[in-house]
């Protein structure tokens, strides 16, 4: 977490596509885990909490969901959603899912005995240092998932959903919420910026 007072950065666009050209370039689990984080706006746990039956690969429009799991929490009960794959974190996703040996995606942060996002997080944190205006972290890309949702004027309603961020309205708790292709859509956008 930030310190107190201590406003997190957005991790810049420029700072995103040159991190997202190295992990094309390394292509390993630590990688495809950054990757994934990158275009998702997942939290660390959440996507290091993965098994391979979250991830919906061969589906019309790819997506992962993020569900309550025995050795991930989460973190509230707006984090469970449904999240497309694009970009960078389609690559990750297909690169995980095909090479992983369990049935975990990310097994050196994953198992039946709980997810470690403290260790994964330290492990990128440390290796995007050098790539990133300083101040930023792994968590960041979550704060520029936003801010690029917003570059494309995306409805806030479908990014807290994107998000798993609460919803700031009782209104945009009613009905169920959006569909895959209508996400899809405004995640496309911003990557075309």
Same mark, same amino acid.
């Given at each position: 977490?930030?310190?107190?007072?201590?406003?997190?950065?957005?991790?810049? *666009?420029?700072?995103?596509?040159?991190?997202?050209?190295?992990?094309?370039?390394?292509?390993?689990?630590?990688?495809?885990?950054?990757?994934?984080?990158?275009?998702?706006?997942?939290?660390?746990?959440?996507?290091?909490?993965? %098994?391979?039956?979250?991830?919906?690969?061969? %589906?019309?429009?790819?997506?992962?969901?993020?569900?309550?799991?025995?050795?991930?929490?989460?973190?509230?009960?707006?984090?469970?959603?449904?999240?497309? *794959?694009?970009?960078?974190?389609?690559? %990750?996703?297909?690169?995980?899912?095909?090479?992983?040996?369990?049935?975990?995606?990310?097994?050196?942060? &994953?198992?039946?005995?709980?997810?470690?996002?403290?260790?994964?997080?330290?492990?990128?944190?440390?290796?995007?240092?050098?790539?990133?205006?300083?101040? &930023?972290?792994?968590?960041?890309?979550?704060?520029?998932?936003?801010?690029?949702?917003?570059?494309?004027?995306?409805?806030?309603?479908?990014?807290?959903?994107?998000?798993?961020?609460?919803?700031?309205?009782?209104?945009?708790?009613?009905?169920?919420?959006?569909?895959?292709?209508?996400?899809?859509?405004?995640?496309?956008?911003?990557?075309?910026?």
């Amino acid at each position: 977490a930030a310190p107190k007072g201590h406003k997190r950065l957005p991790i810049p *666009l420029g700072d995103i596509l040159k991190v997202q050209r190295l992990c094309y370039e390394k292509d390993d689990d630590i990688r495809w885990l950054i990757a994934l984080l990158s275009d998702t706006g997942m939290r660390l746990a959440e996507g290091a909490g993965l %098994a391979k039956e979250d991830v919906f690969i061969n %589906a019309e429009i790819p997506f992962v969901r993020i569900c309550e799991r025995p050795w991930r929490p989460l973190k509230t009960t707006s984090s469970e959603r449904e999240v497309p *794959l694009v970009g960078a974190a389609l690559w %990750a996703a297909q690169r995980a899912y095909e090479q992983s040996p369990d049935e975990f995606l990310f097994p050196r942060y &994953c198992s039946h005995k709980g997810c470690k996002a403290d260790h994964a997080s330290n492990a990128l944190n440390k290796w995007m240092r050098p790539s990133v205006l300083r101040g &930023c972290v792994i968590h960041s890309f979550r704060h520029s998932f936003r801010d690029r949702l917003r570059k494309v004027e995306c409805p806030s309603e479908v990014i807290d959903n994107l998000g798993g961020w609460r919803p700031m309205s009782v209104g945009s708790r009613y009905g169920v919420g959006y569909p895959l292709a209508q996400k899809v859509k405004w995640m496309t956008l911003m990557l075309d910026e």
